[in-house]
């Protein structure tokens, strides 16, 4: 069961990360540029997507045993349009990476050295859940930039994802 | 593996929870009720963390069963001291009925009805995973409001969590 419940939580993830992109890229490249204020991890939308893209690619290498050196950011992707088309292969390699896991892999550790030199060694199935609660995180905050901006955008918890998309 | 994935982040929960309630506390009662804007899904701390409250109280009242039709928010607590009070009692719940899970349990399919009546049925994992992510969204909002109160508080990125020593 765990493997599905990882699985599951990666469709999740990918739908509300999707749900808040098309939303904001439908503001145009100025909107998403602006920055918004200093309470935010990150000032701007694309920012604050370049971040989702870069923390979860940064993942994925390092379960796939690398150790990359750099975190991908705002100053990566010119546009919303360039994040778009590599998220959909990051998001790609991500699902085939966690539909590929057996339960065996999960209570398996891995190691990785940080941009800093440290070397942490941690153990896989939890890890793989650290990325989505990280992408919660900055898409609540996401939500409540596009709120500033135009309003509230849809719900994007667990709970309507699974009664509305999944429906079961 | 399934009961330590689920365990793993309600030890998250816990932790992440009462490490911004500290912070938040730290502020004082004046900090915490101020109103810190439209833009957010509760205009004051206090509320925020009531609403977080409020919606652990009622899943947790759905999973032993029962149809709870109030969700606790702002209104119900005087100040933090007393939401700290209803919190520990809730959070002993949530760790004996969390700890007393089997795999069995997980994958059990809850019938339980939403505030206004409505019927929905779901596996209890997908519930346990739901709780989390759903604090984890306004634990976020949490942190951008105590950034603009007084700088950014401690990260609460599951992360750290798991690598802290198990005790």
């Known amino acids: 069961m765990s493997v599905a419940l990882l699985g599951q939580l990666y469709d999740y993830h990918h739908?509300?990360?999707?749900?808040?992109?098309?939303?904001?890229?439908?503001?145009?490249?100025?909107?998403?540029?602006?920055?918004?204020?200093?309470?935010?991890?990150?000032?701007?939308?694309?920012?604050?997507?370049?971040?989702?893209?870069?923390?979860?690619?940064?993942?994925?290498?390092?379960?796939?045993?690398?150790s990359p050196a750099r975190l991908h950011d705002d100053e990566d992707f010119p546009t919303m349009a360039d994040l778009r088309a590599r998220w959909d292969l990051l998001e790609s390699e991500?699902?085939?990476?966690?539909?590929?896991?057996?339960?065996?892999?999960?209570?398996?550790q891995f190691s990785y050295t940080n941009a800093q030199g440290t070397e942490f060694r941690l153990p896989l199935g939890p890890?793989?859940?650290?990325?989505?609660?990280?992408g919660t995180h900055h898409r609540s905050e996401v939500a409540a930039m596009l709120t500033l901006i135009n309003g509230s955008p849809p719900d994007t918890g667990i709970a309507s994802y699974r009664l509305t998309v999944v429906r079961g | 593996m399934e009961l330590e994935l689920i365990?793993?982040?309600?030890?998250?929960?816990?932790?992440?929870?009462?490490?911004?309630?500290?912070?938040?506390?730290?502020?004082?009662?004046?900090?915490?009720?101020?109103?810190?804007?439209?833009?957010?899904?509760f205009p004051t701390l206090k509320g925020m963390l009531a609403h977080i409250y409020g919606a652990d109280r009622i899943w947790l009242e759905r999973w032993k069963g029962g149809t709870p039709?109030?969700?606790?928010?702002?209104?119900?607590?005087?100040?933090?001291?007393?939401?700290?009070t209803a919190w520990d009692a809730l959070e002993s719940e949530q760790r004996a009925f969390v700890g007393s899970l089997g795999t069995a349990e997980?994958?059990?399919?809850?019938?339980?009805?939403?505030?206004?009546?409505?019927?929905?049925?779901?596996?209890?994992?997908?519930?346990?995973?739901?709780?989390?992510?759903?604090?984890?969204?306004?634990?976020?909002?949490?942190?951008?409001?105590?950034?603009?109160?007084?700088?950014?508080?401690?990260?609460?990125?599951?992360?750290?969590?798991?690598?802290?020593?198990?005790?």
Do not use: C
């Open chain 2, 106 to 167: 997980l994958a059990r399919t809850l019938d339980y009805k939403s505030t206004e009546g409505k019927p929905f049925a779901q596996p209890l994992w997908q519930l346990l995973q739901h709780v989390v992510n759903h604090a984890t969204h306004h634990r976020s909002e949490i942190a951008a409001m105590l950034t603009m109160a007084k700088g950014s508080p401690p990260s609460t990125d599951m992360v750290l969590f798991y690598r802290q020593p198990k005790p």
């Open chain 1, 127 to 134: 890890i793989v859940q650290h990325v989505v609660n990280h």
């Open chain 2, 69 to 84: 039709t109030k969700l606790h928010g702002d209104a119900d607590f005087q100040g933090l001291p007393d939401l700290r």
């Open chain 1, 15 to 66: 739908w509300a990360n999707r749900r808040l992109f098309e939303i904001s890229a439908g503001l145009g490249e100025a909107v998403t540029s602006r920055p918004m204020g200093a309470p935010w991890s990150f000032p701007t939308l694309k920012g604050m997507f370049a971040h989702l893209y870069g923390a979860d690619a940064l993942w994925l290498a390092r379960w796939k045993g690398g």
């Open chain 1, 94 to 108: 991500q699902r085939a990476f966690v539909g590929g896991l057996a339960e065996a892999d999960l209570a398996s």
């Open chain 2, 7 to 41: 365990r793993g982040i309600w030890g998250y929960h816990w932790w992440s929870n009462r490490t911004l309630f500290g912070e938040v506390a730290a502020l004082g009662a004046d900090g915490a009720k101020k109103d810190m804007g439209k833009h957010w899904s």
